[in-house]
């Protein structure tokens, strides 16, 4: 799902607003991943000639802050909680088998572009343990049999 031409004309756009500007670099990454969805490698290359700033320095705090991503993202994005009452409860086998099922791993996004699927530290919401969450809704107490409906809900939207 890698896209083989990026219009950059979205990128040179963000690029004027900050010109000139000092403490520029992870509002205008902020700008170019919400123009693509992620941030281009095409788009580092030219925000690194237009400011003369190594792509290295750019990788730097891409990699750095895991609000940005380098790839492109899925329709739906899938958090599988690994807190500690999440991980006692199954949370790990959850998160296996979600990989699994779409063929992916943390980080990466199934080739339909419909899910991306990722580990996180913790939800918020031990109660409900084990708990997904799926764009900004919330699924406690989960199952593999919960997951079967819920991927199935989400995919049948789609067609």
């Known amino acids: 799902m890698i896209p083989m031409n990026i ?27 919400s123009a693509y969805g992620y941030v281009p490698k095409e788009a580092i290359d030219l925000i690194a000639r237009e400011f003369n700033i190594f792509p290295s320095t750019i990788y730097g705090v891409l990699t750095f802050y895991t609000q940005f991503y380098l790839s492109p993202r899925g329709k739906h994005t899938i958090r599988v909680c690994q807190g500690t009452a999440c991980h006692v409860m199954g949370g790990k086998g959850l998160l296996d088998y979600i990989s699994d099922k779409l063929g992916i791993k943390d980080g ?10 990722e580990r996180v ?21 989960c199952t593999f049999q919960k997951i079967d409906s819920i991927l199935k809900t989400f995919s049948s939207k789609e067609k």
């Not at 990466?108 to 699927?117: I, N, P, Q, V, W």
């Not at 530290?121 to 107490?141: H, K, R, S, T, W």
């Open 7 to 33: 219009d950059l004309s979205k990128t040179e756009k963000i690029l004027k607003k900050y010109k000139g500007k000092k403490g520029f670099l992870i509002p205008l990454l902020q700008d170019v991943q």
């Open 121 to 141: 530290a913790c939800l918020g919401c031990c109660g409900m343990a084990p708990v997904i969450m799926i764009d900004n809704d919330f699924y406690g107490n």
């Open 108 to 117: 990466e996004t199934t080739e339909d572009g419909l899910f991306s699927l």
